[in-house]
């Protein structure tokens, strides 16, 4: 099985090992990259064995896709941030995203943890300003609201759009920098972050709906993840990828429980509900599925609602795979456990034949700083933004 998930991991690596295979070009956006880039680091931080010595290690090619999108920065419009899709030809282009941004600082956050280098703490923090102090994080009355995205032709104006894995890869990102962090006040400054998260998450939780024949909204309150952006209308509109959310949202959701503990208290009895309501949606018989296995969207109902497909299924077994976390030990790091080799300069170069990049070993510049900074003063006027089938265990 080992020799099986290598393999299917790396035939996606690609030309420059950084997951971005030519085959792929004309699809592949920052965020796509972004999952193959948590995928290898579930394998570095569980001690999954590393390749053979002629490949890249599993940190390595997470670092290769840091290196990679370190570059994508676009200071020029819409004051920073990374666009969405990868390439000026493909659809999107004029868009910064969530799940593009968020993941950079995600995987900074934990290529920090893992490898002790203050440098990708230095980047997870210039990203999270960035977010914080835009248009897609806005401070309601009735609490956080984390928005998809913003188009690059108006920066002031988010996307209506709200979905569970934003806030799910902001949250564990934060509680590794929390676990990571050595003095008092950077670790309260993560504390107060991951508390400010947890209120957003109360607004995807819901009591269980019944039978719900109507298929109305489910009532708030509740302990039952719910995508409710796509789920709440009647017929869904959730497209191929977004059942997958509440999957992925899980796995980080288990994660933070780990690495900031007193949010256990929360998050572990609403895992619990999830996965006993996810119980009753697995019942279904979808066209070429085995009888009674099939899993649906609507975890709040008590019946099959006639949905299924790869992302319902991964998001079950996810719901149910994560419960294990009770009983897991934290990710393993350089220097606690860690086997997996540093190659800091892997998928990119610097145009100087060194073999190395530019920045991604270096400090952040006065004129950097000076430039966040002015981002900052700015942003405070305005009104944001892993391979999920890896079993969390011992």
């Not at 999954?48 to 994508?72: C, H, I, M, Y």
């Not at 390439?87 to 993941?103: A, I, Q, R």
């Not at 409710?228 to 509440?246: G, H, W, Y």
């Amino acid at each position: 099985m080992n020799k099986l998930i290598t393999e299917g991991i790396q035939a996606q690596v690609g030309e420059e090992k950084n997951f971005e295979p030519k085959a792929q070009i004309q699809d592949l956006g920052n965020d796509d990259q972004a999952f193959w880039a948590f995928t290898v680091m579930d394998a570095a931080e569980l001690g999954f064995p590393d390749p053979p010595k002629d490949q890249p290690s599993w940190l390595g090619l997470a670092q290769a896709v840091f290196n990679r999108q370190t570059e994508k920065w676009d200071p020029t419009q819409c004051k920073g941030g990374m666009r969405w899709q990868k390439f000026p030809f493909n659809p999107g282009w004029d868009y910064k995203n969530l799940p593009s941004n968020g993941g950079y600082f995600h995987l900074a956050a934990r290529l920090a943890r893992y490898t002790g280098n203050n440098t990708y703490v230095d980047y997870a923090n210039r990203m999270w300003d960035w977010i914080e102090n835009g248009p897609m994080w806005q401070n309601k009355t009735d609490g956080l609201y984390l928005y998809d995205g913003i188009h690059v032709e108006n920066c002031d104006k988010h996307d209506p759009g709200e979905w569970t894995y934003n806030v799910g890869q902001l949250l564990s990102g934060a509680s590794y920098l929390y676990d990571y962090s050595s003095d008092n006040s950077t670790k309260q400054l993560w504390h107060d972050r991951i508390d400010v998260l947890m209120k957003n998450t109360d607004r995807w939780f819901y009591k269980t709906a019944g039978t719900n024949d109507a298929n109305k909204p489910p009532p708030g309150g509740g302990q039952i993840m719910a995508e409710a952006a796509c789920e709440f209308v009647q017929p869904q509109k959730c497209n191929q990828d977004q059942p997958s959310f509440k999957g992925f949202t899980t796995r980080w959701f288990a994660m933070t429980s780990v690495l900031a503990p007193w949010t256990n208290a929360t998050i572990y009895p609403r895992m619990l509900a999830t996965a006993q309501a996810v119980a009753t949606q697995c019942v279904g018989t979808a066209d070429n599925q085995i009888p009674g296995t099939s899993c649906g969207r609507r975890w709040y109902q008590t019946r099959w609602d006639g949905y299924s497909g790869v992302g319902e299924q991964m998001s079950a077994a996810s719901a149910f795979q994560n419960l294990l976390i009770a009983n897991a030990k934290k990710p393993v790091t350089a220097k606690k456990g860690g086997t997996s080799k540093s190659d800091p300069g892997l998928g990119n170069d610097d145009g100087q034949g060194t073999g190395q990049p530019a920045i991604y070993t270096r400090k952040i510049t006065t004129g950097d700083k000076a430039g966040a900074a002015i981002l900052t003063i700015l942003g405070l006027g305005m009104a944001l933004g892993g391979g999920a089938w890896m079993v969390i265990g011992s």
